[in-house]
């Protein structure tokens, strides 16, 4: 490929980003697209919600007979069918804000009129109450916290400080705050065994035992028989985005094994991010055993684990919020169990939720005649800085990869990252100048392969003589003897270039996962994109293209570009013979770009812009070094004086290293031996 060539490709891909950046849609033309998009997406939620509410309005109908359950005797058991005795469970309560709530919660009936109160009659002139949740509300500066007394439970959490993408689309300046998950969506109980009998706690109708607002304080409290007591403390502070929970039961000595109390969380979180496909990716329970450490349950399907090991936290995931639950002391493995499920494709919840999650943990209680446990109930964003503040290797659960990935991202590409953002740079600068930091600190590498890449091509003419001296394959051990001598003579080496490669991968790798990851970039706009954590989109088609979406990704079209250039150049630039039988590597390398637009459409665009100024900026820096470092008619005639010293014996060339002396051993052994084996044929 010749200068001019160069010039001619490197000037289209500058037209085109110019033609990119001048042709992206007017800010007036991206409010429309969003506003199109956000009364599509309320018109789907609407239906979603008419559809759940005649769902709820048939069961609430189709249960009231339920609520009549069997009074216990004293060991816990159901009263006999004749005793005429039922149990009328009402969980109504009025909350007053600032004030301590309380309510009778259990109505007792003779079971010969519990027919007429089932229909709202009356029984000894009471009025039936009606089965009610009863909402009651925490704040602090990060959340907002909704609490049942029904259950005693976590009702629903909004992070104040975000917004999902339905929300940011509107552009209206606004934070309205993002709702993890609201009443109906998750439930904290405990599930006991008393006298052999399982109940749970989540039906039950508990009093509101303390409620102070400003204090940032709540406690529900459910009393069973004699002096047994079941008590939930909930507290917030202001400046985290913690919730403290703690649980005290007492009076079940004797009655209630310590192992027999375990804790049921469920959830199911709701869409906060653009495309569904995308975050439902990388959520997931992630879970830290004791000894074993961190693991999580798959990603992309259904799946569930008996623990282990005892359990330092657990954790619902999804792609940058996140619930911790985080015991003082470890839960133990007995009995504990964690599942995350999936959602079927075009059913109702699957077009609401991500996924489901499950916990069902063991408390590991010492007693149960006074035992209580302290847990932080974690609600906020999967920043790497405020997951890491916490000590408990919170931040195990971003996905920056393993191992040397993982240390290049948190110890490299992170901090210098940061920094970049402290000097108020604005984030797409930021990556910018990211990107040709990395690229700097690469250059001395790609030098090396390009020197090494400039080597084979002087060879060239040289290996093709070779190849043409040695077409037979009986001959193909001499030929590569004779190659090897030609290598070692000149200073070249095929796989010289392979090592340089080698080395940057890491950091290439580290940063395919870094972007995707990092909180820094949700719901921040770059350019045309007005989301670099989620896809940008410059064209929506109106139909879906198998594989590729329904929209076009702008970066992801530059990045093939840029690397299809890159990739012609290389071919350019390498000098590696084609061997018979292989597949032609020049057309799989041009077919690689093709699929990466495929690949990439529905990536994260900062992720895509970052490997198109990277790619873009390879191409320069190859230029460069030809044009500025390396004269390769220079370094034609160093390498031909060099190869003459060494065959007239007067220099002192290159050592050959012992791997090569033993190769040469091995060479010489297998010639041996084809030669026998020939020498024996001619003989038959």
């Known amino acids: 490929m010749d200068r001019n060539t160069v010039t001619g490709l490197i000037l289209i891909g500058l037209l085109l980003t110019v033609f990119a950046i001048f042709n992206q849609p007017s800010e007036e033309d991206q409010k429309k697209m969003r506003e199109k998009e956000r009364k599509e997406q309320e018109k789907k939620d609407a239906a979603a919600r008419a559809k759940a509410e005649k769902e709820k309005k048939e069961k609430e109908a189709k249960t009231l007979e339920g609520n009549w359950i069997a009074k216990l005797d004293d060991e816990g058991n159901p009263a006999p069918a004749d005793s005429g005795m039922v149990v009328y469970m009402d969980t109504t309560v009025t909350p ?28 000894q002139g009471k009025p039936r109450a009606e089965v009610k949740d009863s909402l009651l509300t925490l704040e602090s500066d990060k959340l907002i916290v909704q609490f049942n007394a029904k259950g005693g439970t976590v009702a629903s959490v909004l992070l104040k400080e975000f917004e999902s993408y339905r929300d940011f689309a509107k552009n209206d300046g606004k934070i309205s705050g993002l709702t993890l998950f609201e009443a109906g969506d998750a439930v904290n109980e405990l599930i006991i065994t008393k006298n052999g009998r399982k109940f749970t706690t989540g039906g039950l109708a508990f009093d509101v035992a303390e409620y102070d607002s400003i204090g940032k304080r709540i406690v529900f409290e459910y009393r069973g028989q004699d002096d047994e007591l079941i008590r939930f403390s909930y507290g917030l502070k202001d400046g985290r985005y913690d919730l403290g929970y703690d649980i005290k039961i007492k009076g079940y000595g004797g009655k209630v094994s310590p192992q027999n109390v375990l804790l049921s969380w469920q959830t199911k979180f709701r869409q906060t991010e653009r495309l569904m496909s995308e975050q439902r990716r990388v959520s997931t329970v992630c879970y830290n055993y004791k000894e074993e450490g961190f693991s999580y349950l798959s990603e992309v399907s259904s799946d569930s684990e008996k623990a282990e090991d005892d359990i330092e936290w657990v954790n ?17 493995k007995s009995g504990s169990r964690l599942a995350v499920g ?20 063991n408390l590991g209680l010492s007693n149960t005649d006074d035992a209580s446990l302290h847990m932080d ?13 916490y000590d408990s290797d919170y ?7 393993w191992g040397i990935f ?47 890449s400039a080597k084979m091509r002087i060879l060239k003419p040289e290996i093709d003589e070779l190849n043409k001296k040695y077409p037979e394959k009986e001959d193909a051990m001499k030929k590569q003897q004779e190659m090897m001598t030609l290598y070692r003579e000149s200073g070249a080496s095929p796989l010289a270039g392979c090592v340089p490669m080698l080395i940057q991968m890491p950091i290439l790798l580290a940063v395919f996962r870094f972007f995707p990851s990092t909180f820094d970039l949700r719901q921040k706009s770059f350019l045309w994109a007005e989301d670099l954590s989620s896809y940008d989109s410059i064209a929506t088609l109106g139909f879906e293209i198998p594989f590729y979406g329904d929209h076009v990704s702008l970066f992801t079209l530059l990045m093939a570009g840029t690397t299809l250039i890159y990739t012609m150049i290389n071919q350019g630039n390498m000098a590696t013979p084609q061997q018979p039988g292989m597949p032609n590597m020049k057309y799989i390398m041009y077919f690689f770009p093709i699929m990466m637009i495929f690949f990439f459409n529905n990536y994260s665009s900062g992720l895509s812009y970052y490997y198109f100024i990277s790619t873009l900026s390879s191409i320069l820096i190859m230029i460069a070094i030809k044009r500025f470092f390396v004269d390769e008619e220079k370094l034609k005639a160093k390498m031909a004086a060099r190869k003459a010293a060494a065959q007239s014996g007067n220099g002192k060339g290159k050592k050959k290293s012992k791997f090569q ?11 041996e031996q084809q030669k026998a084996r020939n020498q024996a044929r001619k003989k038959k």
């Open 96 to 123: 007053v804000k600032d004030t301590i709530v309380s309510a009778e919660m259990i109505v007792v009936a003779p079971k010969e009129k519990s027919a007429d109160m089932a229909k709202g009659g009356t029984s």
């Open 316 to 332: 619902f995931k999804q792609s940058y919020f996140s619930s911790f639950l985080h015991p003082e002391r470890p839960f133990e």
């Open 342 to 361: 999936t959602f079927n494709e075009g059913s109702k919840d699957g077009g609401i939720y991500i996924k489901k999650y499950k916990a069902k943990v």
């Open 377 to 389: 109930w974690y609600f906020g964003p999967n920043d790497y800085d405020v997951l890491a503040s």
């Open 395 to 401: 931040d195990e659960i971003l996905n920056y990869g």
């Open 406 to 452: 993982r240390w290049i991202n948190l110890y490299a590409v992170q901090p210098l990252f940061n920094i970049l953002q402290s000097w108020g740079l604005a984030i797409g600068i930021a990556i910018l100048f990211l990107t040709i930091i990395l690229k700097l600190v690469l250059m001395p590498i790609q030098w090396k392969m390009y020197t090494s």
């Open 661 to 671: 002396e033993r190769l040469e051993q091995m060479q010489k052994a297998q010639a």
